[in-house]
């Protein structure tokens, strides 16, 4: 008996080992598991900053872009405002002459028609 007393007490000590090697083992695997949840978490929170980042740069791009256009069309329209005012000036003198001249004739020939 007393074998199979000794074969029992080293069978329950192997149980024991075994569980301890299980739960020894589990932990370890819930440390790599952590560990790389936290990997991974820290890798797409960096992505996401750079993300934003790159985002941020091109509606900053397309801003200053969008900038320099309305200053280029302000600065067009001026200048188109500009000549237009130069040419009426050049032309409203003659056009003026000349519509009073048609005028000043037409009464004229009114006049001559009804004497």
Do not use: C
Not at 55 to 71: I, P, Q, V
Request: proline letters at 1%; hydrophobic letters at 35%.
């Amino acid at each position: 008996m007393g074998t199979l007393q000794e074969v029992l007490a080293v069978l329950l000590g192997a149980e024991s080992e075994a569980k301890r090697i299980v739960e020894d083992s589990k932990n370890e695997s819930d440390g790599f598991l952590r560990t790389a949840q936290e990997k991974f978490s820290m890798e797409r929170a960096n992505q996401m900053a750079s993300a934003r980042e790159q985002a941020k740069g091109l509606m900053e791009t397309a801003l200053n872009s969008a900038r320099t256009e309305a200053e280029q069309i302000a600065v067009l329209g001026k200048e188109e405002r500009t000549r237009m005012q130069k040419r009426f000036e050049e032309n409203a003198d003659p056009v003026i002459h000349s519509m009073v001249s048609e005028i000043a004739e037409r009464y004229i020939s009114k006049t001559k028609r009804g004497n």
